[in-house]
């Protein structure tokens, strides 16, 4: 089975670009932490892993790398997490796209994987963010300032992934309100490092309900 990751930074995590062979060079985050249990646990059942996310991809840049990089691959299973930057950048730089144009795009980049790949299975992952005093040069503190916005911004993203899940008979997974029940228990810090990108905790939370949900809908 060939699963390809796609999305943003969350999956890119750090990968070796220049390695294409699979189950290697995928980074340090739950792309890497999935293959080993799915390895791990069945060594020879010939589970290949690749991952295609790169950092800073809003929905337009997936969308125009796609060709390339999800249509061209052969896969049986497509993973895909993204619309944290659409946010941020919208927010940050008015450079993102809103719900309606977020949904138009990823709407039509499904359409092609059904039209090229009609046997694979989609995985759709929903986007969160963290609230949390995170001060940098490069972030500095909107976040936590401006809370209510980005909750709001990335749970409207959010319910569009749903809704094109829903569409495209694509495995939803629900991670916002896991990150959210877990922070209600712990300090975000466990799980996040800056809002955004994930502690090796929260990296094993999102390939453990990543996986929760895949076998759950008969996949693995």
């Not at 997490?81 to 980049?109: E, H, T, Y």
């Not at 969160?128 to 916005?149: C, H, L, N």
Request: hydrophobic residues 40%; glycine residues 10%; negative net charge.
């Amino acid at each position: 089975m060939k699963i390809l990751f796609q999305g943003d930074s969350l999956t890119d995590a750090g990968r070796d670009r220049a390695e294409l062979r699979p189950n290697r060079g995928l980074g340090g985050g739950y792309v890497n932490m999935i293959c080993g249990r799915l390895t791990g646990a069945h060594p020879g059942a010939g589970y290949e892993i690749y991952n295609r996310g790169i950092n800073g991809n809003r929905v337009s840049d997936l969308y125009g790398r796609w060709m390339e990089d999800a249509l061209n691959p052969a896969f049986d299973v497509l993973s895909l997490l993204c619309g944290i930057n659409d946010v941020g950048f919208g927010l940050r730089m008015q450079q993102g796209s809103d719900p309606a144009r977020f949904a138009f795009i990823l709407d039509r980049m499904l359409q092609e994987v059904v039209e090229t790949h009609p046997d694979a299975k989609i995985v759709l992952v929903e986007p969160f963010v963290f609230r949390m005093k995170y001060m940098d040069e490069t972030f500095g503190e909107d976040v936590d300032r401006d809370w209510a916005i980005w909750h709001r911004e990335v749970r409207a993203r959010g319910a569009e992934v749903k809704k094109l899940a829903e569409k495209y008979g694509a495995v939803f997974v629900p991670m916002f309100d896991v990150f959210e029940a877990l922070c209600e228990q712990y300090p975000p810090e466990a799980f996040s490092l800056d809002c955004i990108h994930l502690t090796p905790a929260g990296n094993d939370i999102l390939a453990r309900e990543w996986l929760k949900a895949v076998r759950q809908a008969g996949i693995l």
